[in-house]
């Protein structure tokens, strides 16, 4: 049973476009989302989190937006560079609850052309 | 380079064989967690610890163990080794016990049982 759900494995974007990746979750219990990147031999990184009481939090050329009634988040970055080609993950969090550990998605690999 | 350190960085066992994996948090966090990521997996949270005591528990094996020791260095130790406990296994720290936010990823142990 995934809580966290990324449903594209890969997406394509071209370089100074807007890339935009969605996440979805079904825990309710939920109420801290992150994404982290990841490049290939490294570990994550974080990158940006949003706390369920906003509906966007935004860090330079990243934005994360929330919708909660959907259970819904998407990463916008704006505008893509070479650099940000990567694995994307999404991860939530329970926080209010006491829990520890984050559930992440299966992640989205992001490939900038140029 | 994170500041998490995970030894080593491969490791190729024999099914059934046990081996240990090793983290050294970021100097000043207290707190460690394991993940497991196996191919088309998310990364899975098995467990963490928090200035040597266990703190919470995910998705780990009862074949699966860990502790924290008095340095704060954490080891995930991995016993009778089957075909799908090949993975790569993720060292993350944080500052405080509950946060999230804070987590910092080590490059990972990529496991190979044959």
């Known amino acids: 049973d995934q809580q966290v759900k990324q449903n594209s494995p890969s997406l394509s974007v071209q370089e100074g476009r807007i890339s935009i990746l969605n996440c979805d979750y079904t825990?309710?219990?939920?109420?801290?989302f992150l994404w982290y990147k990841k490049y290939p031999a490294e570990g994550p990184t974080f990158l940006i989190s949003i706390s369920s009481i906003k509906d966007k939090n935004e860090d330079g050329r990243f934005t994360v937006f929330l919708n909660k009634s959907a259970k819904h988040l998407s990463l916008h970055i704006v505008p893509s560079q070479p650099g940000d080609s990567a694995v994307y993950f999404c991860?939530?969090?329970?926080?209010?609850?006491?829990?520890?550990?984050?559930?992440f998605g299966k992640g989205t690999h992001l490939i900038i052309q140029p | 380079d994170s500041g998490v350190t995970q030894t080593p960085k491969h490791l190729i066992t024999a099914t059934g064989q046990r081996v240990t994996l090793r983290c050294s948090p970021r100097?000043?966090?207290?707190?460690v967690y394991w993940y497991q990521q196996s191919l088309d997996q998310g990364l899975q949270f098995l467990i963490q610890y928090y200035n040597g005591e266990e703190r919470a528990k995910g998705n780990i094996l009862e074949r699966f163990s860990a502790q924290q020791f008095p340095d704060l260095h954490s080891e995930l130790n991995l016993s009778s080794l089957e075909l799908g406990d090949s993975a790569l296994y993720f060292c993350?720290?944080?500052?405080?016990?509950?946060?999230?936010?804070?987590?910092?990823f080590g490059s990972g142990t990529r496991l190979t049982v044959v």
């Open positions: 825990n309710s219990m939920f109420d801290y």
């Open positions: 993350a720290s944080s500052v405080a016990g509950s946060d999230s936010y804070g987590y910092t």
């Open positions: 100097s000043g966090d207290l707190s």
């Open positions: 991860a939530a969090s329970a926080r209010g609850g006491g829990a520890d550990g984050l559930t």
